[in-house]
């Protein structure tokens, strides 16, 4: 079984691609997830210069790497399940490099970016434009709940 959940923040703003040929857009982006140390151990950490969290490289396909690549930015927090992935390529000196990564099915936005969506709404708000169609209940006694 190959599945992994992460919580992290962003350590730089997706970058977003189009696949020739396909069109299919693909993003990239670093997570940051926290170590989970001490705070005793985490200022020995920093005091030695070792790293406190670790940074996963994470990759997105189609309408939701569109998605991130519009409303995510870095340091904002995010969910991601998918699975591990790894592969290997030989570097221009001829030595084998190899790279994990994480293939998102899903991506849950915690926070929002500070991106704002194209068009006329300057908010991120679903649904009802203003509250004028909506009446107040002036006697309560006879809802159901």
Do not use: H
């Amino acid at each position: 079984m190959n599945n992994v959940v992460l919580i992290g923040r962003l350590a730089r703003d997706p970058e977003l691609r189009f696949v020739p040929g396909s069109g299919m857009a693909v993003a990239n982006f670093t997570l940051a997830i926290d170590k989970g140390l001490t705070r005793e151990k985490k200022q020995e950490f920093e005091a030695q210069g070792k790293p406190t969290a670790d940074f996963i490289r994470i990759v997105v396909w189609g309408k939701q790497a569109e998605n991130c690549s519009q409303y995510l930015a870095k340091g904002k927090l995010v969910a991601i399940q998918g699975s591990i992935q790894t592969s290997s390529y030989k570097a221009s000196s001829g030595e084998m490099r190899y790279t994990t990564e994480v293939l998102t099915n899903r991506v849950e936005f915690l926070e929002w970016g500070d991106k704002k969506p194209s068009g006329d709404k300057d908010d991120f708000s679903f649904g009802a434009e203003s509250f004028e169609d909506f009446q107040s209940i002036e006697d309560d006694d006879d809802v159901p709940f």
